[in-house]
Every structure is written in C-alpha cells, then in structure tokens.
C-alpha cells in the first residue's frame, strides 16, 4: 500500500518515534508524522504504515530473539525477512534485501496471499546463490540479519563468509535456522559439513535436485507414487519454493558455525544464543566480528 498524507498513520509513527513528537516543528500537529515522514523518515529508513494496517508484532514463538536484537544498533540489513521481519530496538535503521519484490514472492507462496501487506518492502534485489552479498560493500552495515535462510541456499559456506564481509568490525551477524527435531525435517539426515565444504571450495551457485529429492522423500514421500512427469511438476514446485536443501539440529549448526568461521578465518564470538532444546523451533544466535 502506498503511503499517502491522506491514509498515513499518524499516532503510530509518533508512537514510535519519541523524538519526532517532541520535536517543536511536529509537536501538537495532527498530521506532525507525515511531515517528518516525506521530509526524513523514508530516507532514514524509519518504519512506517498506513492506518487500518495491521501492525508487526513478534509472534510467541519467537520471543526468544529479543534479548539478541537488544544487542543491535545502527544502520541494518535483514535478508529475506517476508512477512516476519525482526523487531528491532528503536534506534535501529533498517533496509531489507531479497530476491525479487514482495509481489512477486508471495506468488510462491500462496498460503501467504492475504499477508502482503504484512511483506516488508524490498530495497535490495540479490540472488544469494548467484551473486552472493556482491551488491554490498566490505563493512556497509553495523549488523545483518539472516533469519531461516541459510538452510535455503546452494553454498552456506560461502554466504557466511558474505554476511562477516559485508559487516563492520565489530559489528553483528545475526543467524538462524530451523532445528530438525522440531520441524517437518526431522526425518531427514543431517548435512555433513565436508559435504557443504566441497560445495564452497567447488563455487557450486545452483541446489541440486538431489537435494529436493531428499526432501520430498522424508516430507511428501507420496509423491514418488506418481508417474514420472508429474515427479517432475514437485521438484519444478519445491524449486520454486525454495525449500530446504539443507538440515541440521541445534547442536550441529553450532559445531557448523564454528567450522565454518574457523577455516574461514574469521575471528568472531558468539554473544546470544538460544537453541532448540530452549525454544523447540530453531538455533538463534547473534555473532560479533573482532
């Protein structure tokens, strides 16, 4: 929905904003948030809607993260955030990226169509397993978020090493994945670290359809009773879907990460961390680089 003087919600964005409703040029105004919104608040990346929109709010089963994003501040990016982007504290900035506007993703997902408005706004188009974080400049951001995507991508490996580049010293990488135990993976194998390594060190930019297959033999095994064109009409649907190529459980995303950081040679140290076991969905944590 586009943003209007006529539709802006006013008492939201001074609710928000603390010192945009004290500040003498807005203080007492009706329409005080709408003339600092088209003068400041969209360049400086500041969250906004329009009335009657619902507003974001951190679903029960995510409360977990919010003592890791206290730990942000500054200017942000959160790659492929949908319709759940992160609440952050307030004096954080920040801008999403993902690989095509978000009338377009919810094409693919069509359980989703009634929460477009929920999206957020795309800033930055970027193809993870094509181009990496090239679009981003080494230390652009004071932090990153990467919330459910990792598991997602052809190459992990190589959007770790990405995400630390992209990153200032200092700054904070936000990561998270599905823990299997408590998810429709749990059926599957864990993916062994060697296994992804090679795909790094052999620059791999597509996920295999063995990967896909491997999904839908533990998710959707009924498939494999169809003829074989049709076979061929799921994996075309995963693809689409972008479904998970990749499994771990809690303890082996933390034996991944550290791996990972150490072959890479990255120096960092884990500040926040919830797993599974706590939270019976996912392995959050939020990293400093050194």
Sequence with gaps: MNLTEQNFDNAYYLMLYPDVANHPAYQGKANGGWLH???FGQYESRQARAINQPVASTPPHLKHRSAGYALLQGKGLEIGALN????????????????ASRETLVQAFPELQNQLNNFVVVNHYCDLDKQGL????????DFVILNHVIEHVANPINIVAELFRIVKP???IVISAPDKLYTFDKPRELTPFEHLWAEYQQQVSDVTDEHYLDFLR??????????PEQLSIHIANVKNRREH???????????????????????ATCCFLSEGEQNHFEYFSVWQKL
């Design 37 to 39: 919104w088209e003068q």
């Design 84 to 99: 759940q982007p992160a609440q952050l504290p307030e004096p954080c900035s920040i801008e999403y990226a993902d690989v």
């Design 134 to 141: 090239s679009p981003f400049a080494n230390g652009q951001y």
């Design 170 to 172: 200092n700054g904070y």
């Design 218 to 227: 533990a998710v959707h095994p009924n498939v494999f009773n169809c003829p």
């Design 245 to 267: 190529a990749h499994v771990w459980d809690s303890a082996h995303f933390a034996d991944f990460m550290q791996t990972c950081l150490s072959r890479l040679n990255i120096p």
